[in-house]
């Protein structure tokens, strides 16, 4: 029987089995921490902080959350922190994967959460600033 959608953080959290669940615990506390201003809530499935103005290339705007953190099957994915904009703190990151939008763990030992939480700083600063540039 699969679970009932989380609708809050905790719910969330307290879906996951261990270690997982401990290890998103210690993320999402550290993201609030780093991002007290934004406001942690379910968007899209997963984790959100704050919104920010998404504007598309055909000129079409949205809502996305600033930074999101998810427990995938595989991973523990953190997004909004792209690879674009990262460029010297990949190396601190050696076993992590990066993608366009994100950064997905296989396992949380992999994290240095020192070097994490530089990173969604600067992605947050980013994005709030694009986000106040389109009008918000």
Excluded: W
């Amino acid at each position: 029987m699969p679970k009932p959608k989380a609708t809050t953080p905790d719910e969330y959290i307290a879906q996951l089995d261990e270690p997982r669940r401990t290890a998103i615990k210690t993320l999402h506390a550290m993201i609030a921490r780093a991002l007290p201003k934004l406001k942690p809530s379910i968007q899209y499935g997963m984790i959100g902080y704050g919104t920010y103005v998404l504007k598309y290339a055909g000129g079409r705007t949205g809502e996305a959350p600033v930074i999101a953190l998810a427990s995938q099957s595989s991973y523990i994915s953190v997004y909004g922190c792209g690879a674009e904009n990262l460029k010297e703190l990949k190396s601190q990151l050696p076993k992590a994967k990066f993608g366009k939008g994100c950064i997905n763990f296989r396992k949380f030992e992999d994290i240095d959460l020192k070097v994490l939480e530089k990173i969604v700083k600067a992605a947050a600063a980013n994005k709030q600033s694009l986000s106040a540039a389109a009008g918000k």
